[in-house]
């Protein structure tokens, strides 16, 4: 098998990945879904929330709809959000390209109940158009296409065709200019109106982009805007800026390339040609592209240069949005330029996991943000597909591996805020679906799973699916041709691809054009190779997935420069010494490593539960023993119920709680006592709520943890679907538990009554400590409870708030014994001051013999009050 051959079952799992997607997109009701990407793809699904339908799009990290208006202001990233449920309508055509024709349906009729269009917002002209009305046009030409085979869609009649005339309609008014450019903003309530807004303060810039997107329309007024554009370019360099004033028609930016601002410009021009058959917009790219090769082309760089000085670079750096020129060079038919700037692409790629949004020429970070842009996919997929090269499958294996391992989030994909950190922000786009995964899937999608020839489509600036047989339609003939029979000469542009066949007859040539910019990217910019450190060709180590007690998470740690220290209350601490990893690699990963784990933490912390109170309820206690437990992140809130939970305690069997109950009968109806470690709380919780107990505790195995000196431990989950627990589960540290351990062996019956927070006993004048109370109190079987001022003081001990700096340590807490192949969350940071790269420090030893003691000690003061309340009710 070739190297870069993926097996069949890669094949398969990429494919069942990409047909979840559709919950995200029409956020079936209770459902939404976690991906995990491997070597195939682990996919499962989280019941009950609905994230964000109809909203806009969904906030990853939160788990809720981004709406407008209702989160803080992104600025002009947020211009792309008109409450049209901009996310269903921009993936409507992916579902038929994944044969996932009844949610198809589904999504259609929503689109038709549900999505205004009449929002009094302004929204940004061009991608409202490239993803709302481009999205319905995708939506329409799927439509027609299966109501055509006579199983789908039969009562379809165009009305995705007419909400697409409805919002090319309300976009008019942004053509409203002497120049018949468009402005860049403009409200959808405008139809009827002649003014739009602008994105500048005198309203008179815009992008160059923004006045080419509405090609597709095939409306007189794009036609205006791209003549006009044509008649603007710098006669001598065949080159056009990036921003222009609307009205005088003077470039704002005289700064030229094929990147931000301008890489839609280009690409409809060629694909103009191809969807509508128009001659002259062929002419026109041919004529810019001579030019772009001339003086942008740097192989393997594309550098923006002035345009009235062509061979004067304008910067020093290269935008991400570039990443689509390789594909268009290979629908142009040029495939070595394709191949050779992709391969400097998927270098930086490598270097540093995701594109930044912008890199120097030196391959260097300059702008760190990541937001998961399509390009680079969109140009392997058609490099791909021009050369058949199984090269550009393991370049797609990349993308999934990087995707899956720094960008996946509990409610799907975030964007990166720092490729070199790790760091997320909560923003997944609409064009992530509609376009990243679209192109991922046929890049490794076969013959048979298609059920429709995408070649006879051609695919918009957004991924969406135009037939081609618009090109053979009437169209209105091309205005009257300015330009000279000169400029137009036949030499200029060819009317014919090359056979790639033909064009690479030698299979090596591919590698031989690769290599050198592979070697020049490594000397530029130097990062060992990861396969070349033994233990580190893994992935690397993810914060929620980490177990402090399994030794090839520790080798991990070790190797990344991240030093664990245990603590005397049961937590670990860790802290990074950049200096002391294996390689510049490692302690990349290290620092990604620490950055997980402080926004995990920090996550909690957000979602701390207050703690809870366990009383022992039951004869000779009545309620003078109180146990300060924590809670657990899913299950039975108990700190909404007013009575909590009363019963009699008793042992699982096994003690861990990690298979099926041995003594399933006697736990019925009672309170499943539970040690820590083996496996995940909820997988205990299930274990002993199928036995049918009415509640568990789960005791910690960390001999001489106690709530005294440690803060709140929060139960986590196992990253899957908890709803199913619906009984409450504590948390007891090991002085708390062994008290209750020891009632229980001496007494048989022993019966527990836990609250939502922490209750103090007053007994006689005197509060309790410790859980006992001294002197003894009347006997009465209830719970005794009075609020008094000098009593007011909290058993639990207090969270105080962690600074967090650059320094990347962090102290966390982990369920220690829990397997490797389980995902826990860290608790909240309750630890020790930070420190920065402290010297290495002795690791601090649990006094064993000490915790006994001080355990033993109180147990014999129990009994003494014990004996004394025995005695007290002899006498009586």
Known sequence: MNAYEPTAAYHRSVRLLYQIIDLIIINVKNKTFILSMKYGIVLYFIERVDHAYPADELMPLTCRGRVRGQEPSRGDVDDALGKFSLTLIDTLDTLVLLNKTTEFEEAVRRVLRDVRLDNDIVVSVFETNIRVLGGLLGGHSMAVMLKDTGYHMQWYQDELLHMAKDVGLRLLPAFNTSSGLPYPRVSPQTIHKATAVGICPDHTHSCLHTHTATVFRSLVHARRALDFLWEKRQRNSNLVGTTINIHSGEWVRRDSGVGAGIDSYYEYLLKAYILLGDDLFLQRFNIHYASIMKYISQPPLLLDVHIHKPLLPARTWMDSLLAFFPGLQVLKGDIRPAIETHEMLYQVTKKHNFLPEAFTTDFRVHWAQHPLRPEFAESTYFLYKA???????????????????????????????????????????????????????????????????????????????????????????????????????????????????????????????????RSAVDKSCPRPAIHREPGMGRPPLRAQDFMANNPDHLELLRRMGVSLIHLKDGRVQLVQHATQAVSAVAAEDGMRFMQEMMELSSQQQKEQLPPRAVQIVSHPFFGRVVLTSGPAQFGTDLSKSITGVRGFVTVAEPYSGCAELSNAAFVQGRIALLQRGQCMFAEKARHIMKAGAIGGIVIDDNEGSSSDTAPLFQMAGDGRNTDDVTLPLLFLFYKEGNILLEALKEYREVEIHWRGQTQLIYCGGKCSENGLSSPLCPSSGRDVQEEEEDCSTDQTSPVPAATLDQSHVRTVEQDESAPHNEEVTPEEDVGPAIKRNPEPEEEPEVDKDSSRKSVEAMMADWREDLEAFQQMEDEL
């Open 387 to 517: 050369t058949k090269d199984p090269y550009y499958l393991e370049v797609g294996r990349t993308v999934l591996d990087n995707l899956n391992r720094f960008a996946r989030v509990p409610c799907g994909f975030a964007a990166m805020k720092d490729v070199r950190t790790g760091s997320h922000e909560d923003r997944m786009d609409s064009f992530f679906l509609a376009e990243m995964f679209k192109y991922l899937f046929l890049l490794f999608a076969e013959e048979e799973d298609l059920t429709f020839n995408v070649e006879d489509y051609i695919f918009t600036t957004e991924a969406h699916l135009l037939p081609l047989s618009l090109s053979t339609a009437p169209h209105a003939p091309s205005p009257a041709n300015t330009t000279s029979e000169e400029e137009l000469d036949d030499s200029n542009f060819d009317w014919t691809c090359p056979n790639t066949r033909l064009l690479f007859p030698d299979p090596a040539f591919p590698r031989n054009l690769r290599d050198p910019i």
